[in-house]
């Protein structure tokens, strides 16, 4: 009983603030998502992502094994995941980069925030960083047939893990008046990604749900497997598999519709793997966690 009030206060607060942004566009009100996505994921989450390596209390030494292991299980996953998409003779433009990436900023930073506490955030922006230069690069290159280096420059989430690094790796802090500041708008990001979430999620339209209920189970046992497998190879501690376990586990990132829409990939589709696996993730979350805490 324990564990189950445990995960529920876990997972309470992330899927609450989603169903905000869901009411909040059934009932008719306007909200910008291209707006406050672009204030979230140019200002909020760079700050957050900062704050967090400059503060971590994690060894340098911990979280470059967690880098590589980020690196190795999506290595892993893409494998597992073309693989599949090879043997269902699907279309790859359409189903492979969703079912290769997570929702490791919208769902995955609040997890592991209220998890495992700034530790377990600071180990999962890592892996939102990973996550993110993959899918900017490998990703992009999967739905357009092209890669897209100047977008990874010009990402500010990669600055900020890079500048975050450099003041973790030289003990340096910024003022404490600065400090606060960043911190403070950092803060607004986690709220942000959540209800943009539901009210991404309340906008997608699903043209069926056959396929994509099996993709999505499909997809959580073979990330989670992946996670799993690098986590006890690389020889992680409790937490950093906790958070690389937790992080991969979670739902088709709504950024996948995003680019589906952009280069022309079957948009629909994708539509229907990120509402179908967001809502199983009600259910596959508390699972996960009852396992990695």
């Known amino acids: 009983m324990q564990m189950v009030l445990t995960v529920l206060e876990i997972v309470a607060p992330v899927f609450l603030l989603a169903s905000v942004g869901f009411i909040w566009v059934r009932l008719g009100f306007e909200y910008r998502v291209e707006f406050v996505t672009r204030l979230g994921m140019s200002v909020a989450i760079p700050c957050l992502i900062f704050v967090s390596l400059m503060q971590s209390e994690a060894a340098l030494q ?12 999506y290595v892993l996953v893409s494998l597992a995941m073309a693989a599949l998409v090879w ?6 433009q359409t189903f492979l980069a969703p079912l290769i990436f997570s929702n490791t900023g919208n769902l995955g ?14 180990y999962a922006v890592v892996i939102f960083a990973v996550s993110g230069i993959i899918q900017f ?11 897209s280096l100047k977008r990874l420059v010009q990402e500010p989430l990669v600055h900020a893990t ?19 500041a960043i911190g403070l708008i950092g ?6 990604m959540l209800i943009t979430l539901g009210v991404a999620v309340a906008r997608l339209q699903i043209a069926s749900f056959a396929l994509p209920v099996l993709l999505s189970l499909v997809k959580i046992v073979i990330c989670v497997g992946c996670a799993m497998l690098v986590a006890i190879w690389m020889g992680l501690d409790d937490v950093a598999s906790g958070v690389l376990i937790l992080q991969l586990a979670t739902p088709v990132a709504v950024t996948s519709f995003m680019l589906a829409q952009k280069y022309g990939a ?16 009600v ?5 996960v966690l009852s396992v990695v805490l």
Do not use: K, Y
């Open 62 to 73: 911990v979280l470059g094994r967690l880098t590589l292991a980020g690196i190795a299980a």
């Open 87 to 92: 043997a269902g003779r699907l279309d790859r």
């Open 109 to 122: 930073l609040p997890l592991a925030l209220f998890a495992f506490g700034d530790v377990g955030l600071g």
């Open 137 to 147: 690069t490998f990703g992009i290159w999967l739905v357009s047939g092209g890669g």
């Open 162 to 180: 890079l500048l975050g690094a450099l003041f973790l790796w030289q003990g340096w802090e910024t003022p404490v008046f600065l400090t606060n």
């Open 187 to 192: 803060q607004m990001g986690i709220p942000l």
């Open 266 to 281: 079957d948009s629909d589709s994708v539509a229907g793997l990120v509402v179908v696996s967001t809502l199983l993730s």
């Open 283 to 287: 259910v596959a979350l508390p699972i």
